[in-house]
């Protein structure tokens, strides 16, 4: 079946450190993959998305590349501000079908 | 764009007791999703609709869940009787709808809070 394995949090960072949230994945074919990003009482949005290997989805800073070869999806940032405390979920949808499956989340704190 | 709606906010009920929440999807947005998100966990898919036809609840309890979405537009899941299990996040999505799509963006509500007692 389709499953999404990611990093357990709470992961707590300072302020301008380098961010790696791990992603990897198991799936019949080429899935697409995303993350969501939950901030505290709000529900989850659309962070990036990469739909093919190789792929490299980006937004607000945030980088991830789809590789094929290790079955993987790890967020990165460069450079994180306190603004970035959140729940990260990192997410698939198989090709052809529209049941996305999450992965558990993490949990993301940036102190200033 | 008005984003999806949901509604109550936050819900307390008593074991046993029945819930209802609801849901209005993005105007335009054919599919809807029912998801439970237990604390500490990723959410979980409990129903989706195309239009007003259910395309996946595999994984609802339908001894005690319900959904519906008359018109193919908003939507009500319903708990009866409650167990203390229970109590989650119930997040409510949408999205266009177009089947097959390999980027399909899923836009969410900001969830119920159900507590049971």
């Known amino acids: 079946g389709n499953s999404v394995t990611q990093m357990e949090g709470p992961v707590t960072l300072s302020e301008e450190a380098f961010l790696t949230i791990n992603c990897t994945y198991t799936?019949?074919?080429?899935?697409?993959l995303f993350w969501y990003v939950q901030y505290p009482g709000e529900g989850l949005q659309l962070l990036l998305k990469a739909t093919k290997a190789d792929d490299k989805g980006s937004n607000k800073g945030f980088e991830a590349t789809y590789r094929k070869e290790t079955t993987s999806f790890h967020l990165e940032k460069g450079s994180v501000q306190v603004s970035d405390s959140a729940v990260y979920f990192c997410?698939?949808?198989?090709?052809?079908?529209?049941?996305?499956?999450f992965g558990t989340g993490t949990k993301l704190q940036v102190i200033p | 764009e008005a984003g999806v709606a949901q509604s109550p906010r936050y819900k307390i009920i008593e074991k046993r007791q029945s819930v209802a929440f609801w849901c209005n999807p993005i105007s335009g947005h054919a599919t809807l999703y029912w998801y439970q998100q237990i604390l500490g966990q990723g959410p979980k898919l409990l129903i989706q609709f195309q239009n007003n036809g259910v395309v996946d609840d595999s994984q609802l309890p339908k001894d005690r869940f319900s959904a519906e979405r008359l018109k193919g537009v908003d939507s009500t899941l319903k708990i009866q009787p409650a167990k203390l299990e229970d109590s989650a996040v119930y997040l409510c999505a949408s999205s266009l709808g177009s089947q097959g799509a390999s980027n399909e963006k899923l836009f969410f509500g900001s969830g119920t809070q159900l507590s049971v007692l």
């Open positions: 997410a698939l949808l198989p090709l052809g079908y529209q049941k996305v499956t």
């Open positions: 799936a019949t074919g080429y899935p697409s």
